[in-house]
């Protein structure tokens, strides 16, 4: 999934269900900044005391993100959390939509909650959580089970040449997550086919139904389970899903670039599609910039700026750490899965 769920679908979630306007933008941020956290080194700060950095991400056209360790240390935490489903490791490995183990996950969010990294924590939860329906069946490592043959879509405005060539660029990549299938699982309109490894016939996925299943459960956790361990941050009741699902298909549903896509929900929040008005903007450097003061680029000197002990940016960072703690030291070792 890209930034028109994790920011702007997440935030739109949050407000149906009766969270504040100002929770509900650092639950959304946060949820959408696991994609975005792709610094790992350490800041050093001039007025004294150091930041570590925990990334989430990783640079696409960096070659490392080939290595074994960001399968192990960011893919599974944060983007493919592995089902435990079968008997073999690797195929335990594979993403599971609404698995036990990302049940599992959110229900560790409601003993975080209360913290203050706890709406940040929250965020990057449902991040996961949303993941595992997109990138249901693929794992974070280079497995046999992550290569995609007969790439095909059904209603992407796309040339037959085009199409040729996505499935040529396709087999250069190595089967690591859906590399393979690019953005496909991603889009939220989309309908496409693939031939898994070791299948004999393509499977064909709507992705419109994928999203939609997400988006309840997510709405649902938010508006019963997160009430009840956090309801201070509510500011109404929650609309029944009944009366906005449609509204939510209907977006969805519009076929568009990713920046097509961010736009329409901009302009749909802003004139009050959903029965409130919100204008919303995300800007990946946003946190950043409110906790930290670039002195000098070049020669990475830094300096933390007043409250930066209490700032979102920080919490995030705190929040990373906690959820990637939990997935990897205390849930998926009980399955005796050791990364």
Known sequence: MQRDFHYYSIYTLCRLAGIKPEESEIIAYAS????????????????GGR????????????????????????????????????????EQLRCRQNSKTAKAVMEDTLDTIKKPYGLHRLGIALHMYADTWAHQNFSGLRKPH????????????????????????????PPIGHAQAFTCPDEPYLVWSYKP????????????????DAVLHIYEFLSQNIREQRPQIFKED??????????????????GTLEERVKIWEKKLMDGYFGFRAAVQYDERQWFRRAVTVLDKSTMKFDKNEGFA???????????????FFVKNELLPKYGIIT
Not at 197 to 212: E, K
């Open 32 to 47: 959408q900044h696991t994609d975005d956290a792709i610094y790992s080194h350490e800041l050093t700060f001039e007025s």
């Open 51 to 90: 930041f570590q950095q925990q990334m989430s991400a990783h640079k696409i056209l960096d070659l490392g993100i080939f290595k074994k360790e960001v399968g192990y240390e960011i893919l599974m935490p944060f983007h493919f959390l592995p089902g435990v489903e079968g008997d073999d490791f690797f």
């Open 146 to 173: 992550n290569e995609v043959e007969a790439l095909k879509y059904e209603n992407r405005k796309y040339s037959i040449f085009e199409e040729f060539g996505s499935n040529i660029f396709s087999e250069l990549l």
């Open 197 to 212: 490894h070791g299948y004999g016939n393509a499977i064909r996925i709507d992705n419109l139904n994928r999203f939609m």
């Open 238 to 255: 929650p609309k029944s899903w009944k009366t906005v699902e449609g509204r939510v298909r209907y977006i969805f549903a519009m076929r």
């Open 310 to 324: 209490y700032s979102d940016w920080k919490y995030f960072h705190d929040a990373l750490t906690a959820h990637k």
